[in-house]
């Protein structure tokens, strides 16, 4: 079956990674100049910081948020995959990133809280979830994925 919605949201934002990429293939090629130079006298430093920032620009690349509504559940996919069930949604709310974090009305004791936030995206959606568990995403599609959550949720 196909995906009611899916959407998908780069965690690191466009320009701040172009700035981060930068300065570390500056400081790489600065490491590589130094041992040319013979001012480095051992290579296994610049070489452990050369792949450890490739490491870090490669991650930041392909670092993402998936969202995906299809068979039969909400799928939030970052570094783990996690999958909450369609029976188990009993509300739902949308706003700004900064009311979620309230819950108010929910109760907060016991409550196991699962935030999905990407830095620049301010507004979410909170749904309720069987088993004391609050889900909470950041999305640029508030309204959509909001009417989509609240027609698959539990009636009582």
């Known amino acids: 079956m196909a995906a009611e919605y899916e959407e998908v949201q780069d965690y690191f934002q466009r320009i701040p990674l172009l700035i981060l990429d930068g300065c570390l293939i500056a400081t790489d090629v600065f490491i590589v100049i130094c041992y040319l130079m ?18 870090a620009m490669v991650f930041a690349q392909f670092y993402k948020l998936r969202i995906t509504l299809g068979d039969g559940a909400i799928t939030v996919r970052t570094i783990r995959t996690r999958v909450y069930a369609y029976e188990r ?17 929910w109760g907060r004791g016991k409550v ?20 004391r568990e609050v ?15 609240i027609s698959h949720r539990r009636e009582d």
């Open 38 to 55: 013979d001012w480095v006298k051992e290579l296994w430093e610049p070489a452990v910081w050369i792949a450890l920032s490739i490491a």
């Open 89 to 105: 949604i009993i509300d739902a709310k949308k706003g700004d990133i900064d009311i979620m974090r309230d819950y108010s009305g």
């Open 112 to 131: 196991k809280f699962r935030t999905y936030a990407v830095p620049g995206i301010e507004d979410a959606v909170s749904v309720k979830l069987a088993g």
């Open 135 to 149: 889900l909470t995403v950041t999305t640029v599609n508030v309204d959509e994925l909001y009417d989509l959550i």
